[in-house]
């Protein structure tokens, strides 16, 4: 079964050809760089971009996979949650080939998506994937763990009550003067910098929260630099010169940042294990996962736990990406195939999963 699934439910307009769920033919991205002048996803922007660019992105995948229509069996694509004009292109590209080349058309909630990334192209079946997993999904618009039993029932049990990570990571880039996407730059800093250096607080919430509070930590950030270099906060400090004392200041409160968010998610999944004993896995899903640091210190906290630990395979199956998409189509294929159809699907934006 080859399903062909499109992405666009944010700023990345991608295709992916993936072979039973697991084996990824193909995965092509084209990431919108017009926005690292705004520090955000400009929704208007964005859009334009979608409409101009997936077609090629399109005939990329088919190429790559070497494939034609005619192997395609199933096509797939994010309903939601995601930006609504963003999601439109997807939806309206992938129902009208669903119409074209009567090919039955699956919508797929977008963290679903990254929940079932970490089984890309690892040479297994889909039976192998021990459930339930915990699955910690944290990009630049969700920081959530969910409990995934089965692809029809996937639970959030914990979320963040304010920013994502991966935006805290973005918006303490943007204070240092620092380009975005934020967190592959802020981790550039952190490895040459001092990760006791600053002191930040650690936000746990109540001693059962399962959720996570990025805010006080993003604030502390912007108190230190405030204190300490002032100047990095003011418009056009992306192109002051890097002086020595700026560069160790960068790289130490980075360092100091990314050590504390790495404390409190291993704090909140040890919570998670104790409110969920039944837990076989530790999945950790989405553009933050990229992170090596973040990923160095759960893999020991899942050894220390006993559980098996899943990042996926490749970084462009963390970000946001069209075989994620492909692959959580299969999974919700193989438990009720009648969600394939030849249809029109709308985008939505509230979609639950
Ligand atoms: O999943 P994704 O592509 O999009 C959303 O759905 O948000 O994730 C993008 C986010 C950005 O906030 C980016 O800064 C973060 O993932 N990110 C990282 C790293 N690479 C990307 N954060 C920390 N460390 C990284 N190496
Ligand atoms: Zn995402």
């Keep these: 079964m080859r399903i062909l699934a499109f992405e666009t439910s944010c700023d990345d307009t991608a295709v992916g050809i993936v072979e039973n769920g ?30 101009e660019v997936w077609r090629q992105v399109l005939e990329d995948a088919l190429q790559q996979a070497k494939c034609t229509w005619d192997d395609i069996d199933t096509i797939a694509v994010t309903q939601g949650p995601g930006l609504q004009s963003s999601l439109l292109t997807g939806t309206s590209v992938a129902s009208m080939l669903s119409l074209l080349y009567n090919k039955p058309l699956i919508p797929v909630h977008h963290i679903l998506g990254h929940v079932t990334s970490c089984a890309l192209d690892r040479g297994i079946s889909l039976e192998r994937v021990q459930l339930p997993a915990l699955v910690l999904t944290v990009s630049g618009g969700h920081t959530s763990m969910y409990l995934w039993k089965s692809a029809h029932d996937v639970q959030e049990i914990g979320k963040t009550l304010d920013d994502a990570a991966g935006e805290a990571f973005d918006k303490v880039s943007r204070m240092l003067g620092l380009g975005y996407p934020g967190g592959p730059i802020v981790s550039r800093y952190a490895e040459k910098g001092d990760r006791r250096s600053f002191e930040l607080p650690y936000i746990y919430l109540e001693k059962e929260s399962l959720d996570f509070s990025f805010s006080g930590l993003k604030a502390a950030v912007k108190r230190i630099v405030e204190r300490n270099h002032p100047e990095l906060l003011k418009e056009g400090a992306k192109d002051l010169p890097e002086t020595p004392d700026i560069q160790t200041f960068r790289a130490n409160i980075c360092a100091s940042f990314e050590y504390v968010i790495g404390k409190i998610m291993i704090k909140k999944v040890g919570r998670a294990l104790e409110c969920y004993p039944e837990i076989q896995q530790i999945h950790f899903v989405g553009g933050v996962s990229a992170n090596t640091y973040l990923r160095e210190q759960l893999g020991m906290y899942a050894k220390r736990s006993r559980r098996a630990f899943s990042t996926p395979i490749d970084f462009g199956y963390c970000t946001d990406n069209g075989a994620m998409i492909a692959g959580a189509a299969y999974w919700l294929w193989k438990e009720d195939s009648s969600i394939a159809k030849i249809q029109y699907v709308e985008a939505d934006t509230k979609r639950s999963i």
């Design 22 to 51: 697991v084996r990824v033919l193909s995965n092509v991205r084209h990431t919108q760089k017009d926005h690292d002048a705004y520090g955000g996803v400009v929704p208007e922007i964005a859009a334009r971009r979608h409409n």
